[in-house]
Structure formats: C-alpha cells, structure tokens
C-alpha cells in the first residue's frame, strides 16, 4: 500500500517535471526548524556531504572519524553504542527530521544502523537538548535531515562499492524537483561476511556477517508561497549475526525492522509559522539465542506522534515558538507483555536577537505522563560576538532521560515508581574565525543523577533504581580550515575531546569513558582528483568500575587513506578507493573485540 | 618458568612473614621440598567472569601464608591461552583439576596444584554446568540448548581421551552433580526456567530413578549416606512464589528423610556442609545448623560484609564468601574465622561463584 502511494507521488512528480518552470528556487526547506533557529548558544557541527561520503557505509564510522562522539563497537559492524560527553548511549539522542528515534525498548540507538548515505544532512550538536528533543538529548544529539529544495532537478544517483571481506555496499538515489514538488526517494543495501582475520593472529572473527537495506522517500510539495506538505518515509531492515568471542560459544543473530513516517504541513500566515505534524514509528527486534533454531524472542513499540508547532514572530527579532506534543507508545514482547504509555509536553521557545551581535534565548519544557515523575525542564543560553573574529556562547539547560520500556515494563523488576534520569549542566564556547579557519573550542560541567541501574533485589531479580549520580567535566575543540589556490584546495578538520566522568560514590570514572579521543582529517582537492586521509585516536578506558588497570582497553590509533577521480561533467563517473586501518592497527574498542586490520574498497558513483 | 617465579614470591613472602621469628629457615626449605605445585595447599576462586566475555579466571589463596595471594592464575602460567567465557565450576579428579567453562562451552583441563594446561575438551558440549566422577568417567551436566526444555543432557567423558563418548538425557536443567558410589545425583535446577528433581545415575549410565524434592535445588552435598539438598523455591516473580527447603534423602532408599520449609519470601541459595554442621547463606547472613537438628535456625553465626554476595564455602573453620559487588568491578571474597571475625579480605577477579580446596 504504502509502496503504491510512493509511486504515486513519484509519477505526479515527474509530471510536474515536465511543465518546466523556469524559475529558479534556491531556497532549502530544512526539517528540522528548531535545530536551524534555536541553537545559537551551543555548538553544531555540521557535517556535509563529502565527509559523509568517505566514511561508508554506517553512522559509527561517520561520527568516529568526524566528531567528539566516542563509540564502543562490539566488534565491525555489530551493536554500536555512542558515549557523548561521558555520559551513557541513552543519554545521547537521535533525531530522524527533528523526530528522537532513540529505542524505547532500550533507551538508546544502534549506530550501525543507520545508513548515512540515506540523508543529506547530517549534524551533531553537543550539549543538552531535552527541552526540544526530549529524552536522551544530555550528552548531546545526532541530526539526519532530508531537506527539501524546490527547484528544477533530475538527477539519479548509483552508488556500488566493494570491499574486503565480500563487503558490499550499494545505493540508487534519485532527485526530482521542480519550483513546486522535490521527491527524493532512494534504496540501499549494505552487506558483510565480516570475517576479517585478526591482526596477528590466526583467528578470525567468526559469525559476523551482516546485511542491512533501507527504503526512503521523502517529498516535499509546496502548495504555494504560504503551504508546505512534507512527507518523510523510511523503512529498515537488518539481519546481524553477533560475532563470537570463544570458538564453541553458541552462535547468536539479531534482526531489527523499523518504519518511520512523518507528515508535516507547513503555514506560514503573517507573523506566524505553523507546523502540523504527524508521525507513526515502528520498530521491532527479534533476538535468536541459538541460530541453529528458529526460537526467538522479541520486542515492538509502535509510536503515534501528534505535533502542533508555532512560531510566532512578534518582530523580526524576537521569536515565540510554542510546541504541543502528545505521544502514545504502543508496545509489546518478551519480558514487557503488553504495555502503552502516553506523554504529552508542552514546549516554549524564546528567542531574543538583541544586535547584530548578541542574541539570547530561553525555553522550557513539562511533560504530563502517568508512567514516570517528570521533572520540568529548561534552557537558556546567549551568544555574544566580541569582534567579527571572536564569539562566546554560554549555554545552561536541564534535561532528562526517561525510563525505558524494560525499566517500567519488564517482568519481573519494572516499575512505574521511577524518576528520569536528570542532568543539569553548563557549557560555555568560544569560537574563534580566521579566514578559511574556524576553531571552536567548549568547556562543559554537567551533573547527573538519579541514573538508571538494574540492581539484583532481596528477591532474587533485578529490578532498575535510580541510584548513581556522576559528574561529568570537559572541553570540545573543532578544528576546521580550508584554503583555496588556483584549482588546488586544501581542507584540514580535526576534533578532541577531554572527558572526566565521576561516579560520584567511588570517584572513579565510568568505565568505556575516554580521557582523550582525538580526529583529524586532510583532505587535497586538484580538479578532479581528490585525496584525503583521516586519523582517530581513543585513549585508553577501564572496563571494570574499580578502574583496575590490568582490564583497559588499550588507546588506539587508527588512519585510513582514500582518492577519488571523477570523470566527465554532465554524466559524471566517480572512481573512488580507500584503504582503512592504514597501519594495520591490532585494537579493540570493546575488551576481546578485536576490529579489522588493513582493509580495501573500491567504489563507483554514476550520476546522470 | 612461571612457577620459578612463584615459588620465589612464596619464599619471598614466607621470609617477610616469619623475619622476626626464628622459624624463617624452615620456611624458606620446607615449600620447595614436598610441593607438588605452586597452588597447593590453598584455596581456587573461580571467578566467573561477565557472560559473553572471555574475562572468566582463577585466583590463588594460600591457607598457609595469608598474604601469599595470586589472580589469574590459568593465564600466568598458561599465558597462551585464555581461560574462556562464564567459568561456571571446578571439579577434582585425582591431579586434575576440570574448568567447566559455561559460554565458551569447553572444559579446560589443568594440573590443579600447578595449573598447568593439561587438555581442552571443545566437543560434545551444550551450555556445561557441573562435573562429578565415577566409574573412571568424568559427567558433565548440560543444559543444551538453554531455551529448549526437551534437549539437556548429562554428557559422559572418557577420562583418557577426553572425549564425550555419549550422552543421557535428563529432565530441564541439570545444575550440581555429585558422585556416590557408582552412582551420580544430579540436581534441576531448571535452567531458564524451574524444576524440583534430583536425577538418580546408576553403574549403567542410566537413569534410573527420578525423586521430587523442592522448587530449584540449587546446591546439593552427600554426607554420611544422605543428600543435602537446598531448594530455593520459586521466586516472587515466577508468578507462582514457593517457599524455599532444606530437604536430606536417604541414599539407601532414595526417599525424603526430612523437608524443612523456610520462610515465604526467603530464598537460599547457597550451602556448605562442613565438620557435620550445614552453613547455608540467607541474604547476607550465614547460619548453621547440625545435621541432624530438627528446625532451622533463626539467627545468623554472623553476617557477611559484601555487596553482593554470590559464592561461600565453609573450610577448616574458616568461611570464605565471594562478592559480586556491581558485576562489572573486580570482585572480593572475605574470609572469616569461626566466630565469623573478618580476617581477610581479597579483591580478586570479576563475580567470583566458588571455592575449591586444593589440600
């Protein structure tokens, strides 16, 4: 069905096409609105599409190489789980077009599954964000956005790579667009025998392999100068096996289907800027603990969104955005048996730009909710530009993470008696621009507590308390810098992260928390030649809560190299070829899981 | 080579615990000369590890010099191999020492007094449990597949070869197997889910009788021709909560020869028979009670310092107790006297579950 009214829209829009108009529309409507307008206290790291191309095909290897985000990988390609600012993988949020897709079974989203090739826009914006994206945004979030562009275009795009261990990576976009209609729809599928032969080792990893394809379409149409309709589709589906540590352990698989669908109706009447937005998310687990048997156990939560969001411009520079919100999470599966929850939060924005150079803004948020004791919310920050050159940011916010489905659900040890895990914190940035050079560099405090912990009980199960409190302190520096001479151009990006995060009974820091995580990237640019090599660097994390010395994983440094070469103008053939872990680095980033060593790709991108 | 090294911090340490006495030569010669190995005389922690990572390992204590302590001691001495996934339980035949080794569904075989690497056994098991000896054969309890209640099995080891020759079915959940005469008792546990059965194994290698005990015997010990058997009942949460017992059979005629019920909500799961008296851990608290006394006693010996307790035994008058603490910290066992007077405490390896006596 859903499939039928895609090609419907597909069809309409290639009429429409056909018309051509002659006007030219430049203008891109994001999906995001509030990441774009309510933000100006904290730092975005935006990351276009030519980072997103070298850093195939998942959302780990994007945000690894490219940003603060540290990231523990049970091993290439398995369950991916993102620590940002030293807090936990629930506590980082991700956002599909201004929608938190985090799991509500576990709190937390799987980075190796997300394909990034799929959107075209990706950001990450460190610092508090639950007042705008509610639960999980306290270490900071993840962006991935369609944006729309009305304006004429017909391009289809074919992406085919290959690589070490039977490794395929494929991709078909197409973009369709008039001054009226913008349809973009693509299909991949990405696949892996993952069998990669440890570094210096005869073992290899076993029972890795791994396909995953996702299906988009997204399509905007504008009504007319004052109407917008936007619909965002997508549909997931993956199949991993969990790669084992010990030669007899019973091998494992884990499937997960998900469907995500946002419609948005865009007004803009005077003063005011309406959003009507609706959404119905679905995802699904089902987790084989013995693949040579059909049993499996499950999980699913259907989530139904319903979203009125104003922007109210009293002049051109005070904004009043007020957002209602009602959710209903429908879900059922093992251990959780039937179970729905409702939330509905209210949301109100302000946004102050006082001159040219200072602007400040204030929100705050309150949901109402039977299935947890919901704390109100807030944000404020202003930002401040010294000189052209230099500009400070000062952010404070309260956020929170809510209990998950397993905590308030699970039979036995859930309970409806649970708080959210709270986090107040502070961050001030400064950045600096020079030219062709950009450095940002934030400072951050942060406090958490009530965390969530499953505990065994007097009973004999465990049951999730909200007990440990941590401190959390660090700096974040951005690098960026580009210089152009002649047809030559030069790019050099780089990250590091500080991070101290304190258990706040025992003084000692969190385990797979890194003192130091460290990423550069160069990149050459001649013509039609491009090169590039990007290093990442983790320091060393305890992985036991006694931070005993002998269980770290031990610091890494990983580097890959690739060129590209794109041939002709209109239809263009982009050659590409990367080699990854050019040292051939023996690391683990989770304990006994060890990552591949030197390893090839070749790629072919056809536009036409 | 390892073993050189040891021995010289055993001396080491024998010389600075008995410097300021004269008995520092007899000290320093009398180890060297008798030992069969660095680890005897003293007391195997297995330390179970996080399930689903090879962090699973063995500690060292010595009840002769308090202070001469050692962890991971399979991976000093066999420093090519790593121990494995989920070391479940230690069972002794003769030198040897069986490492059965639950995720990793092996079965390291090593010299228990110097722990060094003597066999792996790597086919023919199914999520292993337990292993008890008799008729020169080694059983290993399996539960097969863990969310299958029809495929468990007892997996029966040539001792020579180590290899399984054969397997014999049995109801869900084989846990603790113990050996009697020719015959073995093999405790259900239940596995993933509950049982109440005691398995009878004869010369045969055939079941040959099956005795209701109560919901989830967790641990079972012979002593004097009858088996102790603490069952934990079903918890709360089963939906179905039963009360915990401690129930003896009388080996002779296979029948219960007493069923004490605990108190409902209290669930046991931790016993050791020691000097003919039963310890058994309720919370906590460890208590005791003679073999013979007719109820159960209601106040502790005294109560353990740990977190979370998740190993005990009770050895020459001594009580040794495994903490768990956070599962994801080094664990600690304690050790007291018989009074239950703090002693000693160790930080060893990751969920320590068990203790072994090496004497």
């Given at each position: 069905m859903r499939l039928k009214l895609l090609f419907a829209f597909l069809f309409l829009s290639q009429l429409v096409l056909a018309q051509?108009?002659?006007?030219?529309?430049?203008e891109v409507i994001v999906s995001d609105v509030q990441l774009r307008d309510n933000n100006v206290s904290q730092t975005v790291l935006k990351l276009n599409d030519s980072i997103i191309q070298q850093n195939q095909p998942a959302l780990t290897s994007l945000l690894n190489y490219n940003s603060v985000i540290y990231f523990k990988e049970?091993?290439?390609?398995?369950?991916?789980s993102a620590s940002f600012r030293g807090t936990t993988a629930q506590q980082t949020a991700v956002l599909w077009n201004g929608i938190n897709i985090n799991s509500q079974l576990l709190g937390q989203t799987d980075f190796n599954t997300v394909t990034t090739r799929?959107?075209?826009?990706?950001?990450?914006?460190?610092?508090?964000?639950?007042?705008?994206?509610?639960?999980?945004?306290?270490?900071?979030?993840?962006?991935?956005?369609?944006?729309?562009?009305f304006r004429e275009a017909f391009q289809n795009e074919l992406y085919l790579g290959y690589g070490s261990f039977n490794t395929i990576n494929t991709q078909y976009r197409l973009n369709a667009g008039t001054k009226k209609w913008n349809t973009q729809i693509s299909f991949s599928r990405n696949s892996s025998d993952n069998d990669y032969p440890f570094v210096g080792s005869d073992e290899k990893n076993t029972n890795g392999e791994y396909y995953n394809a996702t299906v988009n379409a997204n399509i905007g149409y504008k009504i007319n100068d004052k109407n917008i309709l936007k619909l965002y589709s997508q549909f997931y589906e993956d199949e991993r096996h969990f790669s084992i540590t010990s030669e007899n352990a019973i091998r494992t698989k884990y499937r997960n289907a998900n469907s995500r669908n946002l419609l948005v109706w865009t007004n803009m009447a005077g003063q005011f800027t309406s959003n009507v937005k609706a959404a119905f998310l679905k995802e699904r687990y089902q987790y084989y603990d013995n693949i040579e048997s059909d049993a499996f156990s499950f999980g699913e939560v259907q989530t139904f969104i319903a979203k009125y969001d104003v922007v109210y411009a009293i002049t051109e520079n005070i904004k009043l955005n007020a957002i209602i919100d009602y959710t209903i999470n429908d879900g059922e599966g093992e251990g959780i048996g039937e179970a729905k929850r409702k939330i509905g939060s209210g949301v109100l924005l302000f946004k102050h730009k006082v001159s040219d150079a200072f602007t400040y803004e204030v929100s705050g948020r309150k949901e109402i909710t039977d299935a947890y004791q919901s704390p109100f919310l807030f944000s404020a920050g202003a930002t401040y530009a010294v000189t052209n050159w230099y500009k400070v940011k000062l952010n404070g916010s309260h956020n929170f993470r809510i209990p998950t489905f397993n905590d308030l659900y699970w039979k036995p040890g859930g309970n409806l008696n649970l708080r959210p895990e709270s986090a107040y914190q502070a961050d001030f940035g400064q950045e600096f621009t020079f030219g062709g050079l950009q450095l940002t560099a934030t400072a951050y405090y942060m406090k958490i507590k009530d965390m969530l912990r499953w505990l065994p009980t007097s009973e004999g199960y465990w049951a999730p308390v909200n007990t440990d409190r941590v401190q959390s302190y660090g700096a974040e520096v951005l690098l960026d810098y580009t210089h152009k001479f002649g047809a030559h151009e030069l790019g050099l990006k780089g990250t590091y992260a500080y991070t101290v995060s304190e258990d706040e009974n025992t003084n000692k820091q969190l385990i797979y928390v890194p003192y130091h995580k460290l990423t550069g990237a160069v990149s050459y640019t001649f013509k039609n030649f491009g090169a590039y090599y990007q290093a990442l660097y983790n320091g060393e994390v305890f992985t036991l809560s006694d931070n005993d010395p002998k269980y770290m994983v031990k610091d890494y440094l990983v580097s890959n190299f690739g060129i590209d070469y794109r041939i002709g103008k209109k239809n263009t053939y982009r050659l590409g070829a990367q080699v990854r872990n050019l040292t051939n680095e023996k690391y683990e980033s989770v304990a006994s899981r060890l990552m591949p060593g030197r390893n090839y790709n070749v790629t072919l991108t056809l536009i036409f | 080579m390892k073993i050189n090294k040891l021995l010289g911090l055993a001396l080491m340490t024998a010389v600075f615990f008995s410097s300021c006495t004269d008995e520092e030569i007899v000290y320093k010669e009398a180890p060297a000369a008798v030992s069969k190995g660095a680890y005897e005389k003293g007391v195997l922690v297995v330390n179970e590890g996080n399930f689903g990572s090879p962090n699973a390992e063995i500690s060292y204590i010595s009840s002769e010099f308090p202070t001469l302590f050692q962890n991971s001691i399979f991976n000093t001495v066999n420093p090519t191999k790593v121990l494995g996934n989920t070391a479940q339980s230690i069972g002794f035949n003769g030198d040897l020492a069986y490492i059965v080794l639950n995720g990793s569904n092996k079965i390291e075989v090593v010299n228990r007094y110097t722990f060094?690497?003597?066999?792996?056994?790597?086919?023919g098991l199914q999520n292993p449990r337990y292993i008890a000896f008799a008729n020169?054969?080694?059983?290993?309890?399996?539960?097969?597949?863990?969310?299958?209640?029809?495929?468990?099995?007892?997996?029966?080891l040539n001792l020579t070869t180590n290899q399984i020759t054969g397997n014999i079915a049995v109801v869900e959940g084989p846990e603790q197997i113990v050996a009697y005469n020719n015959s073995l008792y093999v405790a259900h546990k239940g596995g993933y889910s509950f049982n109440d059965k005691i398995s009878l194994i004869n010369s045969s290698d055939v079941v040959q009788t099956t005795i209701t005990v109560g919901d989830v015997p967790s641990v079972i010990e012979i002593n004097n021709n009858e088996l102790y058997v603490l069952c934990s009942g079903k918890p709360a949460w089963s939906g179905t909560e039963t009360s915990a017992k401690l129930v003896t059979v009388n080996l002779a005629t296979n029948a219960l020869a007493q069923s004490l019920t605990f108190a409902a909500g209290e669930h046991p799961a931790l016993m050791d028979i020691e000097a003919g008296s039963i310890y058994f851990m309720k919370g906590k608290g460890v208590y005791k009670k003679d073999l013979g006394a007719a109820a159960l006693p209601t106040t502790p010996v005294f109560t353990a310092t740990a977190t979370t307790v998740y190993g005990f035994a009770a050895q020459n008058s001594k009580f040794y107790v495994g903490d768990a603490i956070d599962y994801v910290a080094n664990g600690k066992v304690t050790v007291y006297d018989a009074a239950g007077t703090l002693q000693r405490t160790y930080t060893v390896g990751v969920m320590p579950n068990g203790f072994y006596f090496n004497n």
């Open positions: 051509n108009d002659t006007i030219n529309l430049n049970n091993g290439y390609g398995m369950v991916s799929d959107f075209n826009s990706i950001s990450v914006k460190s610092g508090g964000g639950s007042v705008v994206y509610g639960s999980g945004a306290i270490g900071g979030t993840v962006h991935l956005n369609t944006d729309f562009r | 060094e690497s003597v066999a792996t056994i790597q086919t020169g054969k080694g059983y290993v309890t399996n539960w097969g597949d863990a969310g299958v209640a029809t495929d468990d099995y007892v997996a029966i």
